[in-house]
């Protein structure tokens, strides 16, 4: 079965640093996909994070994080990172990441997979 596992949440201090990965499931292949990260805070809605291509790797990173956060893929580990530098406490939030067939609509259509989140949280 296709799982997107993501880790890596916890608490930090504004500043600081985290990152977050983003694994398939045995059986599932991240390689061919564009990943896409998103963030969801309490009372708000979805927010695209950043999004990286299957092919090249060209990374898509949205205005509010541009950087700040990093996307990257280690197709060998079958695992996509978002590492998340100078937080901020408005980067609390719950992370999650999804599969597309491109990073080019990655903000207009609902992906085929999601992950179940990580909690963030930034102290201030």
């Known amino acids: 079965q296709e799982q997107l596992v993501e880790s890596g949440g916890g608490l930090v201090q504004a500043g600081g640093s985290l990152r977050l990965s983003c694994a398939g499931s045995?059986?599932?292949?991240?390689?061919?996909?564009?990943i896409g990260w998103f963030r969801q805070a309490p009372g708000k809605e979805r927010e695209a994070v950043s999004c990286?291509?299957?092919?090249?790797?060209?990374?898509y990173p949205t205005g509010s994080v541009k950087g700040r956060f990093t996307i990257s893929r280690d197709n060998a580990r079958n695992t996509v990172y978002l590492q998340m530098n100078s937080l901020k406490p408005e980067d609390t939030a719950v992370y999650y990441c999804?599969?597309?067939?491109?990073?080019?609509?990655?903000?207009?259509?609902?992906?085929?997979?999601w992950g179940q989140g990580t909690q963030v949280t930034v102290s201030s």
């Open positions: 999804a599969t597309f067939g491109s990073c080019y609509y990655y903000t207009m259509i609902e992906p085929e997979y």
């Open positions: 045995s059986g599932f292949t991240l390689a061919v996909y564009a």
């Open positions: 990286i291509s299957p092919s090249d790797g060209t990374t």
